[in-house]
């Protein structure tokens, strides 16, 4: 039988739109080694046609009505620890491609890739490798470039901000101007590429860890 044969690649579909799954089962029906055996639209129907299908691959959107995709891939990864799961997605985030791979994807492509980019992404990843869309590559690699460094004083002042203090307590606690420590704050969004104020503290709390 064709979906006992070793050499076709069985295709879980995870999505929540059901057009979506309809488009994927045609275009990947028509390559040859490859065999959807089931669909499910959310990650409690996915858990369960995991164990009844026996999937190579899982092609999972990120976004799911009835919880976080990244955490199902975890969930499916302690279930059946050799599968491979590629994550399926109109979001270029880095943020998302980041957490989805520490959750243990094999890969990430995008939705509106060509249909000769998802086949390369399901075998690549069927063979044990692993893939990245270029466009996603390229937001990726630009988020690794090393931030410039912050001068000792910087870092305290990031580390107060991602603490909730303001200006004016930051100044007191480090024997300060406020004048001074706003001149900080400007020099600290400057090299971090940060557009506001709001943008500014979300990186502090974000990252306060890291200021300390």
Known sequence: MADTDPGVIRILLVDDHPM?????????????????????????????????????????????????????????LERQSGLRVLMFSMYDNPEYVQRALQAGARGYVLKDAPASEILAAIDAVAAGGTFLSPAVSRRLFRTQQPRPILSPREGEILAALGRGESSKQIAT????????????????????????????????????????
Do not use: F, W
């Not at 499910?40 to 799911?64: F, I, T, Y």
């Not at 400007?186 to 200021?211: F, P, W």
């Open 173 to 212: 606690a480090l024997a300060l101007s406020v004048r001074t420590v706003e001149a900080h704050r400007q020099s600290i969004k400057r090299k971090l590429d940060l557009a506001g104020q709001a943008e500014l503290i979300k990186y502090a709390v974000e990252h306060s860890g890291v200021a300390r």
């Open 20 to 76: 979506v799954r309809e488009g994927l089962r045609a275009r990947l029906s028509s390559a040859p080694g490859l065999l959807v055996v089931g669909e499910a639209a959310d990650a409690a129907e996915a858990l369960v046609r995991l164990a009844d299908c026996a999937p190579d691959v899982v092609l999972q959107d990120v976004g799911l009505k009835d919880g976080n995709g990244i955490d199902l891939v975890q969930a499916m």
